[in-house]
């Protein structure tokens, strides 16, 4: 049975001192576990990538078309969204890993947000 990969790694030097702690690849865990290191995760594979972000294409798509509506809807990570998008947002948490929902969720509330820092800054300087 293989054994799980782990690399170690320096979290923290204080006064001479560091302090190693060991870091467990996930997947090679979740496959020690199971005692099936040959399982293919099929929802990483390319099609299923090019699914995902197909979806996930439509549901940001969805936002941008419906700004002017209410959003009434919770999505992850803080995120609202009108009742219009929410078949396109079913159909992205249908097609990826949670994970990587929460991960677009968050990167799409980040460019909001500096989107519109940035536009404030350009709004004060009379540009």
């Known amino acids: 049975m293989p054994k799980p990969s782990s690399e170690l790694v320096l979290v923290q030097v ?54 002017d509506k209410k959003p009434t809807e919770i999505a992850s990570v803080g995120l609202l969204y009108p009742v219009e998008c929410k078949q396109s947002r079913d159909q992205f948490v249908k097609q990826c890993r949670s994970s990587w929902v929460k991960h677009f969720d968050r990167q799409y509330c980040q460019n909001k947000r500096v989107q519109r820092l940035l536009d404030d800054n350009a709004s004060r300087r009379g540009v």
């Open 14 to 67: 204080q006064k001479g001192c560091a302090v190693l702690c060991v870091h467990q690849n996930p997947m090679a865990l979740e496959a020690f576990a199971d005692g099936n290191s040959d399982k293919v995760h099929t929802d990483v594979l390319t099609k299923a990538r090019e699914d995902c972000y197909k979806a996930r294409d439509a549901f940001y798509a969805c936002l941008e078309k419906e700004c």
